[in-house]
């Protein structure tokens, strides 16, 4: 079983809406589901769609070639017709009726049965109904999941379209549906909420910039419940340093953004690193520079975020690659802030921050909140608090204002002594400058190594990062069985680990970079740390996300380029 439906129209038809209704439906067969939408920078009109894969096996990506094909609009029709497969089936409204080169189409009196439901504005629900009738759902299971979605009389408007829009068509596609098994559906989004929940956020400021907005507003919707601050700043320069006071102060704090925003907060982040201030920073991508596609996705920021702010200090930078890998690492971030006392750069893109996937539960049995703070044998001893101290790891002690007897703690923006007042010594800058780059060299020992998918002693090699780990496992599925192929997904993106790079080197005859960008910015890191180049690059930037099809395509063409 593997079904995709693409659900499309302009913005303010309910495309949303039909979508989530559908999403969350299917989900409660007991399949597995990958749900991702594509839409403009505007309110109402343009062209907006969501496509909805389900499975009873996992799934990792969305595709192109569709199933069925729900169009609100001519647009729609026009658009993605021709993704239809020989079986495929297109629902519409009459009115748009025309001629589709594959598959069949059911036109239908969708605007005609919205007005019979009590409301025009249901035309998406009476087609969601004919939907779930052609993969014949059990209709009963979906009273519970319109209750959640729809309230009162909404609810009650809407019940009677989707019944109306059931009874519109036959079965088409006949299913069998696994037995249920545990599963939760989340956005790459909301699992960077909830894991920054797990390690126990307790503040959370930023300005709205998408797509990195969905933080934002998942925080502030759990604000109440889980006993935090959630502050909408005034602009990303005062979200981090906001954010950068409070974990002063002793709280587990955090910010996100995008590019863009990103851009404002580069000095911050050079006050976190020189005051050595423990803080979580998600940099959730977009196509760039300046206002670019806002609401696309790319993987352009790499290089920018590798060495963003003046002056050297250390970071450690990690690409999110799917939900549960953004919940742990997210976790598995603040844990680190605290113990290097450095920044931590989360990167996502619009791709992952926005598509929903069903995975298991997280399981919170492993996870500990670790704040690596100095105890009372600091702050009760008798010599003066050196918040600087310099120290064989390069980490100082560190204590928390208010909270540390009778010990002042003080933090300094300028260069600054062991007990933090400002220096010009050389000498001193020289010891500070080491200390901080010490903890960069104690880091590399703790970084993960990248997923390897495939061989483990491919010929082929594929490099990609972030949330590229979908598609690639799709794409080496396809293509193992007719090469020696294997890839390579990386999370920890700096410090670079190099450990099964440089083991699967030797058998290595082509290496090649898979990436939402037009430089290849993993492949000239991976040079520059590991000496390493890639034999070729398949590079996409066009704001629209690689399936696994896709990178199958391309790979097939380098090789036959290659053997030209």
Partial sequence: MD???????AAGQGVDTVAKVLE?????????????????SRVRGG???????????????????????LALDATTVQLHSAQLSAQGV???????????????????????????????LTEGTVAAGAVLRLFDFDFEKVWPVLHSLFKSEIFEVNRRALEIGYKLVEPEFKLKFPEN???????GHQAVGLGALAAGVSFYSGYPMTPSTGIMTYLAGKMEEAGIV???????????????????????????????????????????????????????QRPGPATGFPTRTEQGDLSFVLTASQGEFPRLVIALRDPEDAFYQTVRAFNLADKYQMPVILMGDQYLGDYYQTIPPFDFSELTIERALAGEEVWQQQERYQRYKLTEDGISPRLVPGRCGTQVVIADSDEHTEDGHITE????????????????????????????????????LLIAWGSMAGPMREAIELLEEDYSIGALIFGDIYPLP???????????????????????????????EALMTCTHSILRYDGRPMSGQYIVDRVKEVLASDKR
């Avoid at 062209?47 to 094909?69: A, M």
């Avoid at 098994?181 to 956005?187: A, F, G, H, L, Y």
Wanted: glycine share 6%.
């Fill in 3 to 9: 079904f995709n439906i693409l659900v499309g129209g």
């Fill in 24 to 40: 969350f439906i299917i989900k409660k067969q007991g399949v597995e589901v990958f749900s991702h939408k594509d839409y403009m």
């Fill in 47 to 69: 062209h907006n769609f969501h496509q909805i894969r389900f499975s009873d096996r996992p799934i990792y990506s969305h595709r192109e070639t569709l199933d069925v094909l």
């Fill in 90 to 120: 297109l629902i519409s409204d009459q009115s748009f009726r025309t001629e589709i080169s594959e598959g069949q189409a059911l036109w239908l009196p969708l605007n005609e049965k919205a007005v019979e439901a009590g409301n025009k």
């Fill in 181 to 187: 098994q545990p599963r939760i559906m989340v956005t």
């Fill in 230 to 284: 959630v502050e909408q700043a005034e602009d990303e320069i005062a979200a981090i340093n906001m954010a950068i006071g409070a974990s002063y102060a002793g709280a587990r704090a955090m910010t996100a953004t995008s590019g863009g925003g990103f851009c404002l907060m580069v000095e911050g982040l050079g006050l976190a690193a020189i005051t050595e201030t423990p803080l979580v920073i998600a940099e959730i």
């Fill in 425 to 460: 010594a050389a000498d001193v800058r020289v010891a500070m400058t080491k200390k901080r780059m010490q903890r960069l060299e104690n880091l590399r020992k703790e970084v993960q190594e990248p997923w390897a998918l495939g061989r483990t002693d491919p010929e082929i």
């Fill in 498 to 528: 190099t450990k099964l790079l440089t083991a699967m080197k030797p058998n290595v005859q082509m290496m090649i970079n898979v990436e939402q960008n037009a430089t290849g910015q993993l492949a000239a890191l991976i040079r520059q």
